[in-house]
């Protein structure tokens, strides 16, 4: 927004904020009124509230919601036809058979979320949940069925940890750059601290969190009733499930070795790898290929597997709208300034290094929602202090993921990643403030807590 300047101190932008949240959290839980209107509502009189110009304000208000629903409405949309064809094929369930009988029911949880960390290596996390969620479904299903958040948070979790703490996420590779620091360095730790972490915070976390709040396994791919006698092989299923990591793969592998000067980025074929590895392209290979080999080739019809795209579109349309909302919501907190003035204040505190990167970090994500901005605005804000210091390799990298980790702490109803995981899973806004907030509060905290161990040795 050009030509206009906040002039409202951190004081009352925090104060506005937080009235905005406890109004969102009023009009859901107590009013009941519907997530995606509160929402749009909230954002516009946290707009007003905040002086944004009123001749800018849909513009800030739209282009937060579009912004948003475009990184996630076509992940959502085709992870959903992708599961509804593995469950309505019967693959779901096949492979749950095989987890259990090969890991057995105790050890299926851990597994299957130890599955979702090693496949949230190249893939980013919307991506990975959606295209996991219809086998997690389908085991939580197998062993009992109210028991989605043994299962669900667990590998959610798994996907969470992998995003925020190795590369090549971006959110780490920007951290690093803005830090100076070694990527490969930053992936070494990230990748030794990453596992401790998910244990804790999503495997240990989740056991916790399903004693205290058993829920149903929600239908969003269908039921395991009306399966098919001959569903396909397991190995059928793996392979379609891994296509979209084999091909994100390429994307992510390429960047990386181009960044290395391994190999030439502007090469013609790497940017077609690169373009069939675009998360949303490999997820609509992934479907096309998953309609003839789970659908056509088994004997659907063209008409059946229309019908099952369209009612699976229409069931996560609510999705899609309340996720890219709470994009707004979070964009109107940004274009206010909050995420300035706050930092300001933080840097001005004289705090350590690696305290400050999460300590920043963590309150500009609880303030404006956004963990990439949280962890961009970090590290303009503490690199000259970093590369100034003149640290080594490992310091300089734990302070990158110390920042990394407080971008993660607690995201609740201004992160559009709340809504995704809440809504996916079913989950009302207080269960999902009970469960998933409270585990990426853990996650952050453990991921600092190793962090400062790796700075205090090396």
């Not at 909230?42 to 707009?47: D, F, G, K, P």
């Not at 190995?235 to 960047?255: C, F, K, Q, R, W």
């Amino acid at each position: 927004m050009d030509n206009w300047s906040q002039t409202l101190g951190a004081g009352p932008l925090l104060g506005i904020a937080a009235v905005a949240v406890a109004l969102i959290l009023f009009l859901v839980i107590k009013v009941r009124l519907h997530a995606f209107l509160v929402l749009v509502l909230v954002s516009l009189l946290t707009a007003l509230a905040t002086g944004i110009p009123t001749g800018k304000l849909v513009d800030v208000l739209v282009d937060g919601f579009g912004s948003t629903l475009g990184e996630v409405a076509l992940l959502i949309g085709f992870g959903a036809v992708l599961g509804r064809l593995i469950e309505s094929s019967g693959g779901a369930k096949v492979v749950a058979e095989a987890m259990v009988a090969r890991f057995g029911e105790k050890r299926a949880a851990f597994a299957l979320g130890l599955t979702s960390l090693l496949l949230g290596f190249p893939i980013f996390f919307d991506a990975g949940l959606v295209v996991m969620l219809p086998i997690i479904f389908a085991v939580a299903r197998r062993l009992g069925g109210k028991n989605l958040l043994l299962y669900g948070l667990s590998a959610a979790a798994a996907f969470s940890v992998m995003h925020v703490f190795v590369p090549p996420h971006p959110g780490p590779v920007a951290a690093s750059d803005l830090f100076g620091a070694n990527l490969g360095v930053v992936l070494l730790v990230g990748l030794v601290i990453a596992f401790p972490v998910w244990f804790v915070s999503g495997y240990l976390w989740a056991t916790v969190a399903n004693k205290r709040t058993p829920l149903l396994v929600p239908d969003l791919f269908g039921t395991d009733e009306d399966q098919p006698a001959t569903p396909p092989k397991v190995s059928t299923v793996l392979g379609v499930v891994a296509l979209p990591l084999v091909l994100i793969l390429l994307n992510t592998g390429l960047d990386a070795l181009g960044t290395a000067g391994v190999v030439d980025s502007d090469a013609v074929w790497v940017q077609g790898l690169r373009l069939l590895g675009n998360s949303p392209v490999a997820l609509l290979i992934t479907v096309l290929v998953a309609m003839l080999v789970l659908g056509k080739f088994r004997g659907q019809s063209g008409s059946a597997l229309e019908k099952l795209v369209e009612s699976t579109l229409g069931q996560v349309a609510s999705v899609m709208l309340i996720t890219g909302a709470g994009g707004m919501f979070g964009a109107v907190l940004q274009a206010s300034g909050i995420g300035d003035a706050l930092a300001s204040t933080l840097n001005s505190w004289g705090m350590p290094i690696i305290v400050a990167a999460y300590v920043i970090a963590l309150a500009l994500r609880l303030a404006q929602g956004s963990a990439t901005v949280a962890l961009v605005t970090t590290g303009g804000l503490l690199s000259p202090a970093v590369i100034a210091g003149d640290f080594g390799a490992v310091d300089t990298a734990a302070i990158t993921l110390a920042a990394a980790a407080g971008s993660v702490f607690a995201g609740h109803v201004n992160d559009s990643g709340f809504w995704l995981v809440g809504r996916l899973m079913n989950m009302d806004v207080t269960t999902t403030l009970k469960t998933w907030t409270v585990q990426q509060a853990i996650e952050s905290l453990v991921g600092f807590a190793f962090v400062l161990v790796v700075y205090a040795i090396f």
